[in-house]
């Protein structure tokens, strides 16, 4: 007898939804940080959506561009509650924090809806606190909670959601050429790092983060900084989404560059070998010019304020202050030597 198909959350939660029978909480499950995560924006999206449209096949989807949509992309929407680790774990705090928020209506949709993502990094008194939100909900309140290892959740926890099973991907070359197609850019190693390693395999997301990169590296290496600063802030400045895409290529492009600055023999394969360390291998040589006048220290000093901007963006800090930061350091006329 044939299994029945395996539907993804977005189809389970879009049914529900589209028949009126939303649940108080679901629980994605399933490895992959990144891709629980944007699996949870996207529920979030499609709940909050003033005019979801129905696809052919028939499922339930945001329509990308209403207000709410927009509000949510740039992380503004005020009835989209967003938890995330702050550190190793989820403080009492937070929780404490999210149950004073339920209370009250939502401001601007019809319901409000809580993320919390890897909710096993909670500590004990966190769960409790969320525990007793899952058992008394508020009736304009969807928790969205998604979990790498439900086995570290209490019980109870598990018992009050609706758990969806997050799906998985192929991760092979095969895949990654695929994407490549999709998107017309090399099947670089940097490529291959953000479908195999962060199971990224939007297009859109995809072709947003090398845009970043083609924006980042022109900055860069650019001889008019200030003017191109405009240019990249604008960018930026658009989305908290091109901010995590900027600090997830800036960081990328540190490894790389610092790998070079020490000169060692593994940092100049990269080019010609496959097995090189270089994840930006299709543009190495830009890499290669540019690290010729950045000096080793400098990218260490620029390698603590990139850890400054990541907690900055759990924290929903601005992603213009974000960018800013980001971008002011490059506009000093830091020692260009190559090294002492």
């Not at 994407?179 to 995809?206: H, N, T």
Request: aromatic letters at 4%; hydrophobic letters at 40%; glycine letters at 6%.
């Amino acid at each position: 007898m044939d299994k029945p198909p395996v539907m993804n959350p977005l189809e389970i939660v879009s049914r529900a939804f589209s028949a009126g029978r939303l649940a108080h909480a679901y629980l994605l499950a399933g490895a992959g940080e990144q891709p629980r995560r944007r699996t949870l924006k996207k529920l979030g999206a499609l709940l909050l959506c003033y005019m979801p449209v129905r696809s052919a096949d028939g499922k339930l989807g945001s329509c990308n561009h209403c207000t709410s949509c927009r509000k949510v992309r740039h992380g503004t929407h005020p009835d989209l509650v967003e938890i995330m680790p702050q550190g190793a774990s989820i403080k009492i705090e937070q929780i404490r924090k999210l149950q004073e928020q339920v209370i009250f209506a939502p401001l601007e949709s019809k319901r409000r809806v809580v993320l919390i993502h890897s909710i096993d990094k909670m500590n004990l008194s966190g769960a409790n606190a969320l525990l007793k939100l899952l058992e008394e909900p508020p009736d304009h309140t969807h928790l969205l909670l998604s979990s790498g290892n439900i086995s570290r959740l209490l019980p109870t926890i598990v018992s009050r959601c609706q758990v969806l099973r997050q799906a998985s991907y192929g991760s092979g070359q095969e895949t990654v050429d695929q994407m490549a197609k999709q998107i017309e850019r090399p099947a670089s190693r940097f490529l291959q790092y953000l479908v195999k390693e962060l199971s990224i395999r939007d297009a859109e997301e995809l072709s947003d983060i090398f845009a970043a990169r083609d924006h980042i590296v022109e900055f860069l290496c650019g001889s008019h900084r200030h003017l191109l600063f405009l240019k990249i802030g604008g960018f930026l400045w658009s989305s908290p989404g091109r901010v995590r895409h900027t600090t997830l290529v800036l960081g990328t492009l540190l490894r790389d560059l610092m790998l070079l600055c020490k000169g060692s023999e593994r940092a100049k394969a990269p080019a010609t070998s496959s097995k090189g360390p270089i994840l930006h291998n299709d543009i190495t040589h830009v890499l290669c010019r540019l690290a010729e006048r950045i000096n080793y220290d400098t990218l260490e000093d620029y390698e603590k304020r990139l850890t400054m901007a990541q907690t900055m963006l759990e924290r929903n800090v601005k992603p213009e202050m974000i960018a800013d930061m980001l971008l002011v350091f490059w506009l000093k006329d830091h020692d260009r030597t190559r090294r002492d």
